[in-house]
């Protein structure tokens, strides 16, 4: 069996790291594509990296240059990329580099939220997280053709919660809308999908050719009260949840927990419309996407207790 070579840029985030453990395991070369090389991944032992399996190379997903010089000097046909946000172009120079320089297939992390608008063209500017995300895939297939890519969709991420951190261990978090559920879908759940695509292959679609979307969604549907209970259980912390308007929310998502603004005003807008009308859960593809974390990896979702005690440390910190 052909070893493939991967380059997974963004490899200490919980995602990057395990779509790279994810491609490991499954007989890939991993190149981890860092702008600092010196930094810690998570899970990755010495052991593992000394194995000659792993290897690491300064670049940034937002430097052509620094792109085409990795990606050549490495070898690297499949790469995994993410979005990044506030750049000019969407990532439109940094997609031609990885062309340029020989990748044949990337698999971009992206998000569900393009679902509501029908298609990646359809997207306005004024919902920010998914134009963005939109944005990306179209400079991806305008590239890299219709079977040059798969976008990984996922809904609402189990590490979203890390904004409560602060507020569970004060004792009181304030939440504009409490009610409002959501799927915690696992960032590892995310990385072992990744890492199955980057090493075996881009998924195939009913016409035979490359799937070029796949939705994720969590095992579960919990409200963010229920959410916030669960932390504290785990965390051995009672904390009340607080219903308060959205300007105030707004002010404690930027203040307390670092949430850019036009992010915080976009996921305010998400809660409000989870609360109200299910929002992600009536999309097209929801349901399908539910059992896609199983039909891809071989492995259940993890559920939201079970992510929260492997992070316990975090949220303690």
Known sequence: MSTPTVIVFG?????????ALSAHERNAKVILAMRDTTKSIPNLSSEQESSGNFERVQADLTSPESIHNAVTK???KHAFIYVVFGTTDALRASIEALKGAG??????????????????DAVPPTDFIAFSHAQVEVNLRDVFGEDGYVAIRPAFFASNSMWWRSEVLKG??????????????????????????????????EDGGKRNIVGL?????MSLREAVGVIGNVVGKEAKVTKVDEQEALQVMMTENGVPEPIAKTVLVQFRQQEESGGFFNIPGYEEASGNVQ???????????????????KFLA
């Open 11 to 19: 490899p200490t985030g919980g995602v990057g790291s395990t779509a």
């Open 74 to 76: 490495t070898g690297a």
């Open 103 to 120: 990748i044949e297939t990337v698999v971009l992390l992206s998000s569900i939220s393009i679902n509501a608008h029908g298609d990646v």
């Open 295 to 313: 039909r891809y990896t071989g492995r259940p979702s993890l559920r939201f207790h079970e992510w929260v005690d492997l992070n316990k440390e």
């Open 217 to 221: 969604v969590g095992p579960e549907k």
């Open 172 to 205: 009181e978090v304030k939440l504009a809308y409490p009610e409002a559920r959501f799927d915690f879908i696992a960032p590892e759940d995310i990385g072992r999908v990744a890492g199955v695509f980057l090493a075996k292959g881009l998924p195939a679609g």
